[in-house]
Antibody, heavy 116, light 106 residues
Framework: EVQLVESGGGLVQPGRSLKLSCAAS????????MAWVRQAPKKGLEWVAT????????YYPDSVKGRFTISRDNAKSSLYLQMNSLKSEDTATYYC?????????WGQGTLVTVSS | DIQMTQSPPSLSASLGDKVTITCQAS??????IAWYQQKPGKAPRLLIR???TLESGTPSRFSGSGSGRDYSFSISNVESEDIASYYC????????FGAGTKLELK
């Protein structure tokens, strides 16, 4: 069974950094692209980042490009999202997802609140 | 960037009704559209990929169709467990979600 468990969320001040983690199990992690998707409170879904199997290719929307960095450790079956220069509009639940061009399997999410 | 215009934002239906949600892409997305269901407090669940291919476990009352820029998602015979929000996603060029449709009981 595919399992994705996010961690690392919490309350952070504007301008600060935070790193999210996602522990994967139940599949061969190194064979799949992975992604992060977020959802602001009571709002819709927004794709945040995607990473290739080896980690050599990464993709971001303009809203986070230059501030967020997706990475992975295939030996640890783990996905990460480094978020810098956080803004109030980054407040959201962040979901880790196994990606097949589209997010196919999702974790339960971790809440990030950016506030002073 | 590809934009996805999803409508309606909300929908009210009675049990047994058929409902339809549409998504229009800002350009041809070559049938690379997926549909998700999300219940309150839960992660989204993939229902349909590549316009009309049902994921394992997706009931047959769900269906999708379309081509080019225009796509639709339908639920025939709405059941109480279908009350949720639904999102389209294009994956022809990176990913873009539609704004979502909230399905409520009339």
């Amino acid at each position: 069974e595919v399992q994705l468990v996010e961690s690392g969320g919490g309350l952070v001040q504007p301008g600060r950094s935070l790193k999210l983690s996602c522990a994967a199990s139940g599949f061969t992690f190194s064979n799949y692209y992975m992604a992060w998707v977020r959802q602001a409170p009571k709002k819709g879904l927004e794709w945040v980042a995607t990473i290739s199997t080896s980690g050599s290719r990464t993709y971001y929307p303009d809203s986070v490009k230059g501030r967020f960095t997706i990475s992975r450790d295939n030996a640890k079956s783990s996905l990460y999202l480094q978020m810098n220069s956080l803004k109030s509009e980054d407040t959201a639940t962040y979901y880790c997802a196994r990606h097949s061009g589209y997010p196919a399997y999702w974790g339960q999410g971790t809440l990030v609140t950016v506030s002073s | 960037d590809i934009q996805m215009t999803q409508s309606p934002p909300s929908l009210s239906a009675s049990l047994g009704d058929k409902v339809t949600i549409t998504c229009q892409a800002s350009q041809n997305i070559n049938k690379y559209i997926a549909w998700y269901q999300q219940k309150p407090g839960k992660a989204p669940r993939l229902l349909i990929r590549y316009t009309s291919t049902l994921e394992s476990g997706t009931p047959s009352r769900f269906s999708g169709s379309g081509s080019g820029r225009d796509y639709s998602f339908s639920i025939s015979n709405v059941e109480s467990e279908d009350i949720a929000s639904y999102y389209c996603l294009q994956y022809d060029n990176l990913n873009t979600f539609g704004a979502g449709t909230k399905l409520e009981l009339k």
